[in-house]
Nanobody, 118 residues
């Protein structure tokens, strides 16, 4: 069974930075891709960034150039460095992993809250 635990969420001022961490346990296939998603109450959960088994990455247009996804393969730990935060980045952030065909979301963490005040 795969378990994901996010941390690093906080309340920050606009323009600030945060680094989210997602620690994974259990058996995780090396072919799995990993992603960060976020959700605001009443809205659909949206993809923020994805990292694939070959190390390639994709980002939502709204975070491109400000957020960086990375992964420590030896520790099965996923990161999201968030810079130049804006109020609209406020959301619950979730990490997920899984097969690419399933959108890298076979397994989910419980989420970590990010609040950005302007």
């Amino acid at each position: 069974q795969v378990m994901l635990v996010e941390s690093g969420g906080d309340s920050v001022q606009a323009g600030g930075s945060l680094r989210l961490t997602c620690e994974a346990s259990g058996y995780i296939y090396s072919s799995y891709c990993w992603g960060w998603f976020r959700q605001v109450p009443g809205k659909v959960r949206e993809g923020v960034a994805t990292i694939y088994d070959d190390g390639s990455t994709t980002y939502a247009y709204s975070v491109r150039g400000r957020f960086t996804i990375s992964k420590d393969n030896a520790k099965n730990t996923l990161f999201l460095q968030m810079n130049s935060l804006m109020a609209e980045d406020s959301a619950m952030y979730y990490c997920a992993t899984g097969v690419q065909a399933a959108g890298c979301r076979s397994y989910w963490g419980q989420g970590t809250q990010v609040t950005v005040s302007s």
